[in-house]
C-alpha cells in the first residue's frame, strides 16, 4: 500500500468510498449521496486552497481509502485549526489504512503549520476514536444528541490534537 496526492483519476473511487459511507454508516451524518460532479468540485476546490487529498492504494492503484482536512472555522482566529476526515473502503478496513492515512495528514499539517487537528466522530465509533486516541488526539468533548441518522439521535465527539507548540500569533 502506498499513501499519495489524490488525482483527479481518483475521484470516482473516493465518491464511491463516501457514498457507502452515507448509505450504509453514521459516519457521515447526510442521506444525500453525492454525485461525480460534487466531489469533483470538492476535490477542485480543496486543490485551489492548497489542501491535502490523500489517497492509500494497493500495488494496481485500486484506492483503498482517502483523507483531507480544511478549516475548522472561517474565521480568522481559527486559521491554524483544520478538521480531517478519512474514510476506508469496506473491504479493506481493520488492516491499517486509516491510520496510515491520518498519520501522513498529521504529518503534512505540522509542516504547514497547522496548530491544530480537530475530528468529529459519531459517538457510538468506538474504533475510530481509539485510532485517533492511539495517534495523540485526544477527547475534547461529547456533545448529546445533535445529529440524527437512520432513525436515532447520534451523539458527536469530538477529538483534537496539537501538533506544535508555538506562541499564539498577535492578531
Not at 60 to 80: H, I, N
Not at 92 to 100: E, K, M, S, V
Not at 133 to 143: H, T, Y
Request: glycine fraction near 10%; charge should be negative; hydrophobic fraction near 45%.
Amino acid at each position: 500500500m502506498k499513501i499519495c496526492d489524490a488525482e483527479p483519476r481518483d475521484v470516482p473511487a473516493i465518491l464511491e468510498i463516501y457514498n457507502w459511507a452515507i448509505r450504509e454508516t453514521t459516519a457521515a451524518w447526510t442521506t444525500r449521496q453525492e454525485t461525480l460532479d460534487d466531489r469533483l468540485s470538492w476535490f477542485e476546490g480543496r486543490r485551489d486552497q492548497d489542501l491535502p487529498v490523500l489517497v492509500a492504494a494497493d500495488a494496481d492503484g485500486t484506492v483503498l481509502g482517502f483523507a483531507s482536512y480544511g478549516p475548522f472555522r472561517p474565521k480568522e482566529g481559527y486559521r491554524l485549526t483544520v478538521e480531517h476526515t478519512v474514510y476506508v473502503d469496506p473491504a479493506a478496513q481493520r488492516r491499517g489504512i486509516g491510520r496510515a492515512l491520518l498519520e501522513r495528514l498529521v504529518e503534512i499539517a505540522a509542516s504547514r503549520g497547522v496548530h491544530m487537528m480537530i475530528g468529529a466522530v459519531d459517538g457510538d465509533n468506538a474504533a475510530s476514536i481509539g485510532l485517533h486516541e492511539a495517534l495523540g488526539f485526544k477527547v475534547a468533548g461529547r456533545l448529546p444528541e445533535v445529529g440524527t441518522k437512520f432513525g436515532r439521535w447520534l451523539d458527536l465527539v469530538l477529538v483534537a490534537k496539537v501538533l506544535g507548540e508555538a506562541e499564539a500569533p498577535a492578531g
